[in-house]
């Protein structure tokens, strides 16, 4: 009886023990309130519907999933004399479950930036970028080193899961893990645009980037793949 008893005991003390370690953080905490979401089903919410018109900086503003860093668009001027205009959210993302984290004296969620960027502020944006990067506007950290995790994604299942149709136009590979694909996106009651995944190594390790292009024009989007700008 009593070996039972310290039996259970001891059973009883290492469920407590697993029980005490608290669930994983957002990177700040105070991210909490932002819902979860999938992958996939960003970049459906990010795929214009069929009766919008061009893009501005208020698109998805209102959305309940972003939080939005810049008031509006932040336009600053180039030393070769061009413009570059952004707006920067920040989301809570995981890809089929897995969440990428960052080690701060403790493990964090780590969260993903929803990055507008174009030209001229007063034209639009052109793309949206999304990657898990630290929340910082200026000097953002993004997924990549030693006390970064999961900062690797692939977002084809993700995509379906999402009902999104991809097919690839174009390509370019750096070697080494180093490349850059552009892909065709569709889905109903949406219009097409254009995805470009990322992916950049190092000796830190590898990282990926998701950029949805709202060119409609698919020699645009490979000519600018193709020379690297």
Request: aromatic share 12%; hydrophobic share 35%; proline share 4%.
């Amino acid at each position: 009886m009593r070996k039972i008893s310290l039996g259970l005991l001891f059973l009883i003390s290492s469920a407590c023990a697993v029980s005490a370690e608290e669930p994983l953080q957002p990177y700040p905490v105070t991210l909490k309130k932002l819902p979860q979401q999938e992958f996939g089903q960003l970049v459906y919410k990010l795929l214009p519907n069929k009766n919008e018109k061009k893009l501005y900086w208020d698109f998805r503003s209102n959305d309940k999933s972003i939080v939005w860093l810049d008031s509006f668009y932040v336009e600053k001027k180039l030393e070769d004399g061009t413009f570059h205009s952004s707006r920067k959210g920040v989301a809570r993302v995981n890809v089929l479950g897995t969440k990428s984290t960052i080690v701060d004296h403790r493990t964090y969620e780590l969260p993903w930036s929803v990055m507008m960027e174009g030209t001229v502020g007063k034209f639009g944006p052109n793309t949206i970028s999304l990657y898990p990067a630290t929340v910082a506007r200026e000097y953002e950290n993004i997924c990549f080193g030693e006390n970064f995790d999961n900062c690797e994604f692939s977002p084809f299942k993700s995509l379906t899961k999402a009902n999104i149709k991809f097919k690839k136009v174009c390509e370019k590979n750096f070697g080494a893990l180093n490349f850059e694909e552009a892909y065709l996106l569709t889905s109903p009651s949406k219009k097409a645009v254009y995805g470009i995944w990322q992916s950049s190594s190092g000796s830190g390790g590898t990282s990926n980037l998701f950029r949805i292009d709202y060119s409609e024009n698919q020699k645009q989007v490979c000519d600018t793949l193709m020379s690297g700008l």
